[in-house]
Nanobody, 126 residues
Framework: QVQLVESGGGSVQAGGSLRLSCAASGNSFSRTCMAWFRQAPGKERESVAA????????YYSDSVKGRFTISQDDAKNTVYLQMNSLKPEDTAMYYCAADGSCRAWWYSARLRPAYWGQGTQVTVSS
């Protein structure tokens, strides 16, 4: 089992920045891929970014590429999502997720990571 706890959400004006944190614990082999998803009201949950922790390889959705950065702190078992140049359309509940693989689900329209956190709200006002 894997436990994920997100923090760092909040409200910010457009153009501002926020950093989300995800503290992970549990079976380390089941969380070698750490990811962030988001879900806005009335919309489907979408992938935002992922990192394969053994080699630091990263994945980004086109909507956040160049603005968001995913990173890891192995000593703290924590993954971060630095969000810059925020836009109102970034408003959503952000979820941390974990799986043993990134490739298994990143390119799939149907598959999703196995483990999820409770989410943290990000609100960007214009």
């Amino acid at each position: 089992q894997v436990q994920l706890v997100e923090s760092g959400g909040g409200s910010v004006q457009a153009g501002g920045s926020l950093r989300l944190s995800c503290a992970a614990s549990g079976n380390s082999f089941s969380r070698t891929c750490m990811a962030w998803f988001r879900q806005a009201p009335g919309k489907e949950r979408e992938s935002v970014a992922a990192i394969y922790t053994p080699d630091g390889g990263t994945y980004y959705s086109d909507s956040v590429k160049g603005r968001f950065t995913i990173s890891q702190d192995d000593a703290k078992n924590t993954v971060y999502l630095q969000m810059n140049s925020l836009k109102p359309e970034d408003t959503a509940m952000y979820y941390c997720a974990a799986d043993g693989s990134c490739r298994a689900w990143w390119y799939s329209a149907r598959l999703r990571p196995a483990y999820w956190g409770q989410g943290t709200q990000v609100t960007v006002s214009s």
